[in-house]
């Protein structure tokens, strides 16, 4: 992460100087696709400095009487990422470990986070963090830690099933609320998953199609242009009129 920082960093500065020159120089018709690049970019910019600090900042230690955490603070995108809070929680304190599974999105990219909490006996609630469930981090396998911890405690993991959760509320930190933690039961994603596939099949489909037709034209159109360009080097090469004449005979 460290690398693909470094790399993108001299791009991402040079987008000030950027924007001025084409100020100045009163290029106003490039603004509207520059001003869009740069937003995208910097939101990139933004995911990997995000990304940056969980790997240098965040720690788990599993210790022999307690386990010390250091994870965001909060829930939101922005400042809660870039704030971090140690936790030292004893086992004795720890009331119970919670995991759930989240879904985002449709059927056109469904996405499933798996998450971890502690819960303590005075009511105080710990996040450990989300982990995708198609590509795990090996750094912080939230699932294999909330299993630690809860063994050191003396107590089993509490699997809350799955719930459907709504991607601009988890950006904003909104907790979820009785409407979103509506369970959703195994025979729901298999079906979402078969919509899933079809979608997609559909979709490959299509640009398969779209692509085909298109080198199918351009190769009718290159075959039409090779014939006119053989017959106007023939007109050249060869006089119209020994052409004429030779038809006749």
Same mark, same amino acid.
Not at 105 to 119: C, D, E, F, N, T
Not at 133 to 137: G, R
Not at 145 to 153: D, G, P, V, W
Not at 218 to 235: C, H, N, P, T
């Given at each position: 992460?460290?690398?693909?920082?470094?790399?993108?960093l001299?791009?991402?500065a040079?987008?000030?100087a950027?924007? *001025?020159?084409?100020?100045?120089?009163?290029?106003?018709?490039?603004?509207?696709?520059?001003?869009?690049?740069?937003?995208?970019?910097?939101?990139?910019?933004?995911?990997?400095?995000?990304? /940056?600090?969980?790997?240098?900042?965040? @720690?788990?230690?599993?210790?022999?009487?307690?386990?010390?955490?250091?994870?965001?603070?909060? @829930?939101?995108?922005?400042?809660?990422?870039? /704030?971090?809070?140690?936790?030292?929680?004893?086992?004795?304190?720890?009331?119970?470990v919670?995991?759930?599974?989240?879904?985002y999105?449709?059927?056109?990219?469904?996405?499933?986070?798996?998450?971890?909490?502690?819960?303590t006996?005075?009511?105080?609630?710990?996040?450990?963090?989300?982990?995708n469930?198609?590509?795990?981090?090996p750094?912080?396998?939230?699932?294999e830690?909330?299993?630690?911890?809860?063994?050191?405690?003396g107590?089993?993991?509490i699997?809350?099933?799955?719930? @459907?959760?709504?991607?601009?509320?988890?950006?904003?930190?909104?907790?979820?609320?009785?409407?979103?933690?509506?369970?959703?039961?195994?025979?729901?994603?298999?079906?979402?998953?078969?919509?899933h596939?079809?979608?997609?099949?559909?979709?490959?489909?299509?640009?398969?199609?779209?692509?085909?037709?298109? /080198?199918? *034209?351009?190769?009718?159109?290159?075959?039409?242009? /090779?014939?006119?360009?053989?017959?106007?080097? *023939?007109?050249?090469i060869?006089?119209?009129?020994?052409?004429? @004449?030779?038809?006749?005979?």
């Open positions: 992460m460290s690398f693909v920082f470094l790399i993108l001299p791009f991402f040079s987008l000030p950027m924007m *001025v020159q084409r100020i100045m120089h009163q290029l106003w018709p490039d603004m509207l696709g520059f001003t869009i690049f740069a937003a995208a970019f910097t939101a990139v910019m933004l995911l990997v400095v995000f990304e /940056l600090l969980r790997a240098i900042r965040a @720690r788990v230690v599993i210790g022999e009487s307690a386990v010390q955490l250091t994870l965001p603070a909060g @829930r939101g995108i922005v400042m809660p990422k870039l /704030l971090y809070r140690t936790h030292t929680i004893p086992y004795s304190d720890i009331e119970a919670e995991t759930r599974r989240e879904l999105g449709g059927v056109i990219a469904p996405v499933m986070l798996r998450g971890a909490r502690i819960i006996k005075s009511g105080k609630t710990v996040p450990l963090g989300y982990v469930e198609a590509n795990t981090d750094a912080l396998p939230v699932p830690i909330a299993a630690e911890i809860a063994r050191r405690a107590l089993e993991v699997d809350r099933g799955t719930v @459907r959760r709504q991607v601009h509320k988890k950006l904003r930190g909104i907790r979820a609320n009785d409407s979103d933690a509506a369970p959703i039961t195994e025979a729901d994603i298999e079906a979402l998953n078969r919509r596939n079809k979608v997609m099949v559909a979709i490959c489909s299509a640009l398969f199609l779209i692509v085909a037709g298109g /080198l199918l *034209v351009d190769i009718s159109k290159s075959e039409l242009d /090779l014939g006119e360009q053989a017959r106007q080097l *023939v007109q050249r060869i006089p119209s009129s020994d052409v004429q @004449r030779a038809g006749a005979q």
